[in-house]
């Protein structure tokens, strides 16, 4: 599929920004008005001077100076508020918008990257638009017009006092052309690092329990460290890069300063420039240190969001997926759902080798289907191409008759139940677990699901029962609770078809009886397919798949193929594969 070109960041970060362009005026034509104040005070000043060198009362004089710097303050506080405010809600459409596109990712998208880096990418790279994308914007604007006037105002004081000034204007401006942009790559690095250690930090959590029983603390934490020093160092060189322009422009200034209190300090003694002209310009210097230290920072600040908008941006440009494109063919919805695999071949990348190799099968109706073979054989990649969580490389996987890519993925996957090999439960209650597939199931639909799937004890034993908190992953549950309560939710979801990997891996015998019961049930009204790694399981489907390197070697009934086949009956010799390793998978975590 072509890309769009991707738009200047510049040009984004407008885009981001836009929705609230209002008060952006509102608080920047504030803070304006605030910078105004303080460019006239010089000019009052010189005001009060003169009235008082004349022998006039200066109680008024002073007392408008005074209620200029305080409305000044005032307004300039308010603008700032405004700005500081709205600069919280870009974070926030922006942090929705990244939200949207990181969820919607194509599976292939996050089994390639790292989940740290972009954690990273919505807390820290968002953040970083906050000032930019509002008071950077505004000041820079402020900060160019109060120049430009403060400028003007010198150059009507003194005009050789005034090209002091510009000299220091340019080298200013040149200074900032040199350093800019150094700034800018220097952020991009600092974040690229600060995703790294996110990565890390993530990738140890990931495994915590192994990094704990493989005695790893002091391996990961060095390699932490090592992320954090990158990190440290990429920030200290944003760190310096800023410290020498701000430095520059104050050494700038305050030789500016000098020079015009000695050349002015030349032109008063002579008799050419009047004192109360020369205070004025001083401090009319004096207050340009504002509004040019605030540009140069409102310059280094929209270096640093640009360097944000890039990494932001790179996420829209990831594969996303289209949920609800095309027309949902129509399908009668209490039929099970009939699924077919016609001459499927698969690799996960094109650099990497083909998992299947022109797999054919078709599971239709009623029923129980098992896929039984060795490890690396292709069975779980056979449920992520009936997902479409994968697109098949050649050939068509059809669900009801259709190839799955002409389905509207929101309605392919409502028809479908999924148990997961690792049964994955979410953080949050027993009850949020069970309704994510099935959020408009009734309370009396979740206590049928419960007894069906043998969770009544568990239910009766957490504190809160369905409302309990079973913790990150299901940690305050067992592996065979956890599986339990992803069966449950697979089947409060009413499934069509229901793919079950290795369902009953992590039950004792007991469990695994009820769970084979349940199972038998479901498979009464819903096509029901599962990776089948335990005998108990494959003798009683009403079809086996036998996969092997790939391919599909035989399809029969249990006794069929230990008549028929060599590679089953070995496998049912061995009780199949109950001593296989079932973290034996290919390089996209799938068997």
Do not use: C
Request: net charge negative.
């Amino acid at each position: 599929m072509l890309r769009a070109a991707p738009k200047a960041p510049v040009r984004r970060l407008w885009e981001h920004a836009r929705p609230h362009w209002r008060v952006l005026v509102l608080g920047g034509g504030l803070s304006f008005l605030g910078g105004v104040t303080s460019l006239a005070q010089p000019l009052m000043a010189k005001y009060v001077i003169d009235e008082l060198g004349a022998g006039g009362s200066i109680l008024g004089p002073v007392l408008a100076l005074t209620g200029v710097i305080v409305g000044g303050a005032v307004i300039g506080a308010v603008g700032a508020f405004l700005l500081e405010r709205t600069g919280q809600s870009v974070v926030l459409g922006v942090r929705r918008t990244l939200v949207g596109s990181l969820v919607r990712l194509r599976v292939a998208e996050v089994d390639r990257l790292k989940p740290g880096d972009l954690v990273a990418r919505l807390t820290a790279d968002t953040t970083l638009l906050r000032t930019v994308a509002t008071s950077g914007i505004t000041n820079l604007f402020t900060s160019s017009v109060l120049l430009v006037g403060g400028v003007v105002v010198m150059a009507v004081l003194d005009r050789t006092l005034f090209l002091v000034a510009a000299g220091m204007i340019v080298v200013v401006g040149l200074l900032m052309g040199v350093v800019l942009p150094r700034i800018g790559a220097a952020t991009r690095a600092a974040q690229v690092a600060l995703g790294e250690m996110g990565s890390h930090l993530e990738r140890v959590f990931g495994a915590f329990r192994t990094v704990k029983a493989s005695s790893a603390e002091d391996a990961e934490i060095a390699r932490l460290d090592t992320a954090a020093v990158e990190s440290w160092r990429r920030g200290v060189a944003v760190a310096g890069w800023t410290a020498v322009s701000g430095t520059a422009t104050w050494l700038a200034v305050n030789v500016a300063f000098l020079t015009v209190l000695a050349v002015g300090g030349g032109l008063v003694a002579a008799g050419n420039l009047p004192v109360s002209s020369l205070i004025a310009f001083l401090l009319l210097l004096f207050y340009l240190m504002e509004p040019i230290s605030t540009l140069v920072q409102s310059l280094t600040e929209i270096q640093t969001g640009l360097a944000a908008v890039r990494r932001i941006d790179e996420v829209s440009d990831l594969d996303q997926e289209d949920t609800t494109a095309g027309a949902a063919p129509a399908v009668a919805p209490d039929r099970p759902a009939s699924v077919a695999f016609e001459d499927v071949a698969f690799r996960y990348r094109p650099d990497l080798p083909l998992i299947h190799h022109g797999v054919d099968f078709e599971a239709g109706g009623a029923g129980l289907t098992a896929l039984v073979g060795p490890s690396g054989a292709g069975k779980t990649t056979v449920f992520s191409l009936v997902e479409r969580f994968y697109d098949a490389t050649s050939g068509t996987v059809r669900l009801d008759g259709t190839d799955v890519r002409d389905w509207p993925l929101d309605a392919l996957r409502a028809h479908i139940g999924y148990v997961e090999q690792d049964a994955p439960v979410l953080d949050g209650t027993l009850r949020e677990n069970l309704l994510m597939a099935a959020p408009h199931a009734t309370g009396d639909d979740v206590a049928e699901i419960v007894l069906r799937a043998r969770l009544t004890e568990l239910v009766s034993r957490l504190p809160d029962g369905l409302d309990s908190a079973i913790g990150h992953r299901g940690v305050t549950i067992s592996g065979g609770e956890r599986q339990r309560v992803a069966i449950a939710r697979a089947l409060l979801r009413r499934p069509r078809l229901l793919l079950m990997d290795e369902a009953t891996s992590q039950l004792d015998a007991a469990n695994e009886s009820a769970l084979k019961e349940v199972m038998l049930e479901a498979a009464r009204t819903t096509n029901v397919i599962v990776v089948a790694h335990r005998l108990s399981t494959v003798t009683s489907a009403d079809r086996i798949v036998v996969m092997d390197a790939g391919r599909v070697r035989a399809v029969g009934t249990h006794e069929e193929l230990v008549a028929a086949d060599e590679l089953y009956r070995d496998l049912a010799a061995g009780q199949l594969l109950t001593g296989e390793d079932p973290s034996a998978r290919s390089p996209a975590g799938a068997a």
